[in-house]
């Protein structure tokens, strides 16, 4: 299980910012111009929109009975009837392997 994100400190030469490593480096200001209220704030938005942006790209991704109807259109429309029943038997024997 991954680890929690936390809101942290990091000190880069003689400044001290707010910063997490949840979802790629990310700061949030320097403590001196952002109070610990509004750096949870911004940290708690962060955190909503690495969640969105998980949720939109794990649906982009096609399942593998979508990748092989898309494949068995397009041999069924670029090549010979012969090749596209070969190939549809191969991903059908592929979807019934366990």
Not at 43 to 53: G, K, N, P, S, Y
Not at 71 to 86: E, G, I, M, N, V
Request: aromatic letters at 12%.
């Amino acid at each position: 299980m991954p680890r929690q994100p936390k809101l942290r400190k990091k000190k880069v030469g003689k400044s001290v910012y707010w910063f997490t490593r949840a979802g790629g480096d990310t700061y949030f200001g320097n403590i001196l111009d952002v109070s610990h209220r509004e750096a949870r704030k911004l940290f708690a938005d962060h955190l909503v929109r690495i969640q969105a942006e998980e949720a939109a790209h794990k649906r982009q991704a096609l399942t593998a009975g979508e990748l092989m109807d898309l494949f068995l259109d397009r041999a069924q429309k670029h090549r010979d009837r012969q090749s596209y029943a070969t190939r549809k038997n191969y991903c059908s024997r592929f979807a019934a392997f366990r």
